[in-house]
């Protein structure tokens, strides 16, 4: 099964495709509803944007403007924060409703008003709006306080119009910060160090034309692999970079599936019963958090006592309410989920509170016995390209119901 384009970072690339004078063509960007929303956002900025399917979306910012990003696209995602620094490269002034995103937690946006500041900006939060000002944005030393994958990324955008240069220290090293750091050198940008927890970034006063294939998503090819592994299933993944799925395929071995990868496929055999593992979320290269979810789901099953500490989001333990509607014995303590592992899960109606409690859900009706319900499915389609269908090739029983067939 092949997996799409990955949703941190096209919602990443298209505002980061804004920063170039010309046409940037972006390819594997997977067809998701926080891609629509930005699509819609950079429509009201003025620029063209195309998308002739496939995965191609070709932006052109010849007619971009700095206008007010309405409050009611902005809050429909996280990722909406990047336009800041983009607009305030380009304009000097930029005027964007506050980012919503998943209810994981209180997730705020201070590093990045620092990352902004330390550049020259003024920035102000107020009526539920970012205004943020800047005669021309300056290089500058950027410290950031936690390691933010949204501020680092956040921070190489604008830098990359600044005057000067930027360096990022205590960066984050995700590659879907890399992945970025690769379109703005491809437009004609000087980003050096991405990766690592040092970023430097020299500013150019023009960027140009660019071709951009998105990475392969990590955390869908995650959520399969835990789905294989959760029903006993044999499932191979493809057209991914298994370098940025090392500690998923070590969590899995420990848990009992059996797992073969090359440098661009993983394939999983999941055991009768998982075994109890230990997992803590730490920033990449450690455990993923947006895999924490179903990884729980995994572990509801497991023969022992897991443990799983979520060291990233302060609430993003929403899903184990639901699981235990499915007969889960799972504790929450603090930012730890102790789960007594239940030889059998029992189908039930849930609800989904978040994009990868979604996910989470549908990897434990998988595993069930009996039909699962799963309601808040528009969660799902915020982050995962068609993830049904994807299921149902690889042998799921899993279909969408329509809203009013539901009982
Ligand atoms: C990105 O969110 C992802 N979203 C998240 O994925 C992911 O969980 C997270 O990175 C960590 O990998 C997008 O890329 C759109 P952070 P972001 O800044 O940028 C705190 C998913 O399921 N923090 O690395 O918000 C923050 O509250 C989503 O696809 C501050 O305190 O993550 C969190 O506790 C969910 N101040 C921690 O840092 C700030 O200014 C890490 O957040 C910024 C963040």
Redesign the pocket.
């Given at each position: 099964m092949r997996v799409s384009g990955r949703?941190?970072?096209a919602?990443?690339l298209i505002p980061a495709a804004l920063l170039s004078d010309e046409e940037v063509v972006l390819e594997n960007v997977p067809e998701i509803g926080?891609v629509a929303t930005y699509l819609e956002i950079l429509d009201g900025l003025g620029a063209e944007v195309a998308s002739p399917g496939g995965g191609v979306v070709r932006i052109s910012p010849r007619r971009l403007g700095s206008r007010p990003v309405p409050e009611h696209l902005a809050k429909q995602?996280?990722?909406s924060?990047y336009l800041l620094g983009v607009l305030l490269g380009r304009f000097g002034e930029a005027d964007v409703g506050l980012?919503g995103?998943?209810d994981?937690?209180?997730?705020?946006?201070?590093?990045?008003?620092?990352a902004l500041a330390a550049m020259g900006a003024t920035v102000e939060i107020k009526n539920g709006r970012v205004r943020a000002r800047a005669e021309r944005l300056r290089g500058a030393r950027v410290y950031?306080?936690?390691?933010?994958?949204?501020?680092?990324?956040?921070a190489i955008l604008a830098a990359s119009r600044a005057e000067g240069l930027t360096v990022i220290e205590n960066a984050?090293k995700?590659p879907?910060v890399v992945d970025v750091a690769n379109l703005v050198n491809a437009m004609g940008g000087h980003v050096v160090g991405a990766g690592t927890d040092v970023v430097k970034v020299q500013g150019t006063a023009r960027m140009g034309r660019a071709e951009h294939v998105v990475i392969p998503d990590e955390?869908e090819a995650a959520t399969l692999m835990m789905a294989a592994a959760a029903t006993g299933g044999d499932v191979r993944v493809e057209g991914v970079v298994t370098k940025h799925l090392e500690s998923v395929i070590a969590k899995l071995g420990e848990a009992g599936a059996s797992v073969e990868a090359d440098a661009d496929w993983v394939r999983v055999v999941g055991p009768e019963r998982p075994r109890a593992v230990q997992v803590k979320t730490l920033?990449?290269p450690g455990f993923?958090?947006?895999a924490q979810q179903p990884m729980t789901s995994l572990l509801a099953r497991a023969d022992g006592t897991s443990t799983v500490t979520e060291t990233?989001?302060?609430a993003?333990f929403r899903h184990v309410d639901e699981l235990r509607r499915m007969g889960a014995r799972i504790r929450v303590e603090g930012r730890t989920a102790l789960i007594e592992g239940v030889a059998e899960l029992t189908g039930a109606p849930v609800q989904a509170s978040?994009?990868?409690a979604a996910a989470a859900l549908v990897v434990a009706g998988l595993s069930a016995q009996g039909t699962t319900e799963l309601a808040g499915v528009e969660y799902l389609d915020?982050?995962y390209e068609r993830l049904e269908d994807k299921l149902a090739r690889l042998g799921a029983r899993i279909a969408r119901v329509p809203a009013t067939a539901r009982t």
């Open positions: 949703k941190n970072a919602v990443a926080d995602m996280r990722a924060y980012p995103g998943c994981i937690g209180s997730r705020p946006i201070d590093q990045h008003v620092k950031l306080d936690i390691v933010s994958v949204g501020a680092t990324i956040h984050a995700e879907h955390i920033p990449y993923p958090t947006d990233i989001h302060e993003r978040d994009l990868r915020r982050g």
